[in-house]
């Protein structure tokens, strides 16, 4: 231990009840930091995740088709030049096997899953729904999405299997009052297909259970009268996060839009990123307080130490040794603060976790949801380390300013 640390020990222990405040508020600082950013950012992951089990991460849409408007060139000639003006969009896919075919060429592409989508009714003996009825090829689907863990009841085996079954949302299925195995009847445009349904799935995002029902694409194809063609392709991406720059590079090569998660569900993605800035602001107040109770503690020690210090300065000892003493009592709590203040703000969102939440409309979950992520810890000591050092430099500056014979004259400011 240098000379300095062990000075800078002795001064802080003496000042116990000082040095404990500011070490309890640095604590708390640093403990509910962590807990708030853990909680925020357990919603928004979660919500993603759900997301992403159900939409994919991109889908491809409509074709792009470039418009052309012809303008004079300048002089008044009759030469004429086009002038890119925008871009029109046709509705649907019109080659999805061939679109497919390119796309799971793409290095980070999971899979790839052609959907026939098309607005319907449904009717059982209890009531009539309006609903979304997609049609998809089974094994490519389960590649895109998490499908197969949202299944509550019935069997997947049984669509696969069974080209008039049919796969429908929990919400859409407690409307229509229908179990695995009942039958209903999907209608469009005066013609009705019955159809049995072999598993009731929930994805936990209200909107899409209340109206989506997943049927064969053949079936699909015939019901919509669609022999051809797809209205989307969704895609799933071993790395999510790269989905915006694979979407802007897929929308060049195959001149069809592309839409990825993060532009999908931009709004819901910038109120999580608020939330997350608002608690982060709000707790940052502890970590404020934390470095008003070091200045104050620092500030009495000068105060007390005066003598000691001018002890310090006789035998030898420069303005920047004087500072390094007083800087060391601030890293001594620092330290302390965010170990304890991590382990205490990790048990706290170990317990919160434990909580019992019920929630069912954005997503479904049962517990609080949470993120465990390292740079929540980063950002709390980060945080705690900035304030506290700069609430430190006054009392250490002030503290190097003593002169020996100022401090013995008692003229010492």
């Not at 001064?11 to 708390?28: G, V, Y």
């Not at 949302?169 to 407690?174: E, N, P, S, Y």
Request: aromatic share 8%; glycine share 8%; net charge positive.
């Amino acid at each position: 231990m240098s000379p300095n640390l062990r000075i800078a020990y002795r001064f802080l222990t003496a000042k116990k009840r000082a040095m404990l405040m500011s070490l309890s508020c640095t604590i708390l600082g640093v403990g509910l930091f962590v807990v708030t950013q853990a909680t925020t950012s357990g919603f928004e992951v979660f919500f993603i995740r759900t997301i992403l089990g159900s939409d994919g991460a991109m889908r491809i849409e409509d074709k792009i088709q470039d418009t052309m408007r012809s303008m004079d060139a300048a002089g008044g000639s009759d030469f004429q030049v086009g002038q890119k003006e925008g871009v029109k969009y046709i509705e649907g896919i019109e080659e999805p096997a061939r679109i497919m075919e390119i796309v799971s060429e793409f290095a980070n592409v999971h899979g790839v899953s052609a959907v026939l989508r098309g607005s319907v009714q449904l009717s059982s003996w209890f009531k009539n729904e309006e609903a979304q009825v997609f049609g998809i090829k089974l094994d490519d689907h389960l590649r895109v999405s998490n499908l197969h863990n949202q299944i509550m009841s019935g069997s997947l085996d049984e669509f696969r299997n069974s080209p008039s079954t049919a796969l429908v949302g929990r919400v859409l299925a407690d409307r229509l009052q229908l179990t695995a195995g009942d039958s209903f009847t999907i209608n469009l445009r005066g013609e009705s297909r019955r159809f049995r349904v072999a598993a009731i799935y929930e994805t936990g995002y209200r909107e899409i259970d209340k109206t989506r029902v997943y049927v064969d694409l053949v079936a699909a194809r015939s019901l919509l009268k669609r022999p051809t063609g797809a209205t989307f392709i969704q895609i799933s991406l071993n790395d999510p996060d790269r989905a915006p720059a694979e979407a802007a590079h897929m929308e060049e090569v195959l001149r069809h839009s592309v839409k990825d998660w993060k532009q999908r569900e931009k709004t819901w993605l910038t109120v999580f990123n608020a939330l997350s800035v608002s608690t982060g602001i709000t707790v940052t107040i502890f970590t404020l307080i934390a470095s008003l109770a070091m200045f104050n503690t620092l500030a009495m020690i000068v105060l007390e130490k005066t003598k000691d210090i001018a002890i310090l300065r006789s035998m030898g000892y420069e303005r920047r040794d004087i500072t390094q003493v007083f800087l060391w009592q601030a890293v001594i709590v620092l330290a302390i603060g965010a170990v304890v203040g991590g382990l205490f703000g990790a048990g706290v969102t170990w317990a919160v976790g434990q909580v019992p939440l019920p929630i069912n409309g954005i997503f479904k979950t049962e517990t609080f949801p949470i993120s465990w992520q390292t740079r929540h810890y980063v950002e709390a000591i980060a945080t705690a380390v900035v304030m506290v050092m700069i609430a430190s430099l006054a009392p250490a500056r002030r503290a190097a300013r003593l002169e020996p014979g100022d401090i013995i004259r008692g003229t010492a400011q």
